[in-house]
Each structure stands twice: as structure tokens, then as C-alpha cells.
């Protein structure tokens, strides 16, 4: 299981930036143009990255987790998009071949790679050709304290912040499309109960990969979800007995941490009451939901206001914050603060919260902010032809004045 586990681990580390540039060439064969220079601008801002690394590890008496990340990551992407450049001068401007122009660059791009890469070896003096960037890589290899002791799950997904989530989620998505297309709708609710059930027991007997039982338990939560929409629960007050089923499954939940002393944990793969807590779980979130619908319906404030774009921003908020967490050395917070712990506690809070925000709202608004560039540079394009004209007219105006 380990051979396995640790090729589909590499397997993902070696394919990813293929993935990349395959993509990036589908994206440039659309536009017209065949570009074979592809490895050679991905081998340049590889070795780029590297010199960038190797010279930050050796020059820096600490290595912080933000430069670590951010050094090599603006390295490669200048080194990638001055090669670019290049080649878009020479198949643009110049009309080069374009087949020729990639195959050179592809050529070129191996040979720069080869050649700092071994300036770089004789400059650490190592004995066999062989370069690591130990305290950089630390940046970028983050694991959950859990993840070790989940087996192959957690070796594969936890490692990765929150990959299990985003996992479970779309293959619960896709699932609940397949069921709701494929059944009859009189047979919808005993397909996604059965899937459910089949989820819990893959959860507690068979680690499965790609979170696939955590999907299959998620069913449920989306289909309640599904329903609520397609019915317009929240257009409407809630009925007598749909109101004390909710505040019975969370009296329900309650009642059973108190008495468990334990929560339900799909990451986990646990649950107090088995496919009993997961149902209790999805109703509770339903009875959650509705309160909230209906305390922002009956006030009318800057609160609901947040409230209602956190909701809009929440798998944004939920993928950055992750990786925020690991990009800002907030480990530095209680030494610098050890005389004051709340002080720093308020302080590393408010810095989060705000640094997180303000990157989900970039993200949410990055189309308007692409509109108002482009509506900027097509403004000063349509006035630099003005501007030209009556730089040319006004010698004409003084000499006809003159005269």
C-alpha cells in the first residue's frame, strides 16, 4: 500500500506541471500559433526559481515561510515570462518560423537549465551532481498534525489543507446530479439514503482514496439542501412540524455531545449515532440556515449585509485562509506578544480576518477590476490620436497667427 500511495503522491507531483503546460498550449493553439518552445520556457523558470531559492537559503540568517514561497514563485514566473517574450518577439515581430522559433527556444531553454544548474553545484561544492534547497522546501510541505495517524487518507489528502473538502464536495455534487438524473422521482430519497449508508460503511471499514466515502456521506447535506431550494422552504415561514423537526435534531446533536463528549467529524470519517448523526447533522444545518434567513429578513443592517457576503465568499474564504495560514509565520505572534497574549491574540485575529477578506474580495471582484483596466487602456488608445492631432495643429495655429 505504501509502493502505491507513494506513486500516485508522485505521480500528482511530476504530472501537475505538464498539466500546466498543456494547458497553456491548448490556450496558444487557440490563438493561432504552435508553440514547441514550451519546456524550454518551463525549464528556464524551473532553474529560474532554483537560483532564486539557493541564493535567499544562503543569504538570509532565518528563512521565513512568506519569502521562501514568494522568492522562487516571482523568480520562476519572470524567468517563464522573459523566455515568453522572446519567443512572441521573434514569431510576432520578426515573422519567424514558428515550429523552428519553439524548437530553438526548447534547446536553448535545456542548455541554460544545464548550465546554472552545474554552476550552482560547484558553487555548494558537492560531491555528486545533486542540488536541495532543504529550509525552502519546508515552506511548501504543510501537514496536519491528524494526517499521520489516518493512514493512506491522510498521507494522500490531509496533507494538503483542505483538498479533502473540495474532494468530497465535488464528487457529492456529482453523485447527487448522477441520482437526480438517473432515477425515477419516486425512488430519489432511497438512492440517496443508500448512498449514504454505502459511504459510512466504505468510511469505517476501507480507507478509501480521493475522499471517496466522505463524498458519499455528503449526499445527503446537498440533497436537503436541493430540496429546500426546489420547494422555497425559506420564501415562506416554516411549518409547525418542520420547525420542531429541526429543533429536535438539534436538541438531538446536542444531547449527544454532552453525553459522547465527542463531536461528528466527516474528515474523520466519524459519527456518534453513525447514518442516525449524519441525517441529525444535515437537518441541524438546515434549521441553522433558516434562522439565519430569518434574522437577516427581519433586520436590515450593515450585520445581515456581512453576513450575506461571507456566505457569497465562503469557499473563497475557506481555500485562502488555509493557505494563509501557512504563508504567514503567525507562530511569530505569542513570542513577540508573551507579555501580552490577548493583545497578540486580537492582533493575529484582526490581521487574518482582514489579509483573508481582502483576497476574497480581489478574487469575487477580479472580472470588474479587469473591466476597468481594459475600459482605462481603451480610453487613453482612443485619446492618444486626439492628443497627437493637436500637438501637429498647434505649430499650424501659431504660424497662421503669425502671419
Known amino acids: 500500500m505504501e509502493i502505491i500511495i507513494s ?16 494547458t497553456g498550449e491548448i490556450l496558444t493553439e487557440k490563438s493561432g500559433n504552435l508553440n514547441l518552445g514550451i ?27 512568506v519569502p521562501a514561497i514568494l ?62 534547497l532543504v529550509k525552502i522546501a519546508k515552506a511548501y510541505k504543510t501537514t496536519l498534525p491528524f494526517a499521520s495517524g489516518m493512514g493512506p487518507i491522510g498521507q494522500l489528502f490531509f ?22 438524473n438517473i432515477f425515477p422521482e419516486q425512488y430519489i430519497n432511497w438512492a440517496v439514503l443508500g448512498t449514504m449508508l454505502l459511504g459510512w460503511g466504505i468510511c469505517i471499514t476501507w480507507e478509501a482514496p ?17 430540496l429546500a431550494k426546489k420547494h422555497k422552504i425559506f420564501d415562506q415561514p416554516l411549518s409547525p412540524r418542520l420547525r420542531g423537526g429541526m429543533i429536535a435534531a438539534a436538541l438531538a446533536v446536542a444531547a449527544l455531545v454532552l453525553l459522547t463528549k465527542s463531536t461528528d467529524c466527516v474528515s474523520m ?24 434567513i430569518w434574522f437577516q429578513r427581519r433586520v436590515e443592517n450593515v450585520v445581515t449585509h456581512a453576513i450575506q457576503a ?9 481555500c485562502v ?32 480576518l482582514g489579509s483573508t477578506l481582502l483576497i476574497c474580495e480581489l478574487l469575487v471582484r477580479r472580472r470588474d477590476l479587469k473591466f476597468w483596466l481594459t475600459s482605462r487602456r481603451e480610453q487613453k488608445a482612443a485619446e492618444a490620436p486626439r492628443r497627437r492631432s493637436a500637438r501637429t495643429e498647434a505649430p499650424e495655429r501659431h504660424f497662421a497667427a503669425k502671419h
Open 159 to 180: 496533507s494538503c489543507g483542505p483538498m479533502w473538502y473540495l474532494l468530497s464536495l465535488m464528487i457529492a455534487w456529482i453523485l447527487l446530479d448522477l441520482i437526480l
Open 310 to 318: 461571507i456566505g457569497r465568499r465562503s469557499l473563497f474564504i475557506f
Open 210 to 226: 480521493f475522499c471517496i466515502g466522505q463524498g458519499m456521506v455528503t449526499v445527503p447535506a446537498l440533497y436537503v439542501g436541493y
Open 71 to 132: 522568492i522562487p514563485l516571482l523568480c520562476c514566473l519572470a524567468g517563464s515570462l522573459l523566455t515568453s517574450l522572446l519567443y512572441c518577439f521573434l514569431t510576432v515581430t520578426l515573422k519567424a518560423n514558428q515550429n523552428v522559433t519553439g524548437l530553438a527556444i526548447t534547446t536553448f531553454g535545456v542548455g541554460v537549465g544545464n548550465f546554472f544548474g552545474g554552476s550552482l553545484i560547484k558553487i555548494v561544492k558537492s560531491d555528486v551532481p545533486y542540488l536541495a
Open 7 to 22: 506513486f500516485i503522491q508522485r505521480a500528482i507531483l511530476q504530472g501537475t506541471p505538464l498539466l500546466f503546460g498543456a
Open 321 to 352: 485562509h488555509t493557505v494563509e495560514l501557512t504563508a504567514i509565520p503567525w507562530y511569530l505572534m505569542p513570542q513577540k506578544f508573551a507579555a501580552h497574549p490577548v493583545l497578540g491574540m486580537v492582533l493575529q485575529f484582526t490581521l487574518s
Open 39 to 65: 519546456p524550454g520556457i518551463m525549464y528556464i523558470g524551473a532553474i529560474s526559481g532554483v537560483v532564486g531559492g539557493f541564493f535567499y537559503q544562503n543569504s538570509a540568517a532565518r528563512v521565513q515561510p
Open 269 to 292: 470519517a466519524e459519527w456518534t449515532l453513525g447514518p442516525v448523526s449524519i441525517l441529525l447533522d444535515a437537518v441541524t444545518g438546515l434549521g441553522i440556515l433558516s434562522i439565519v
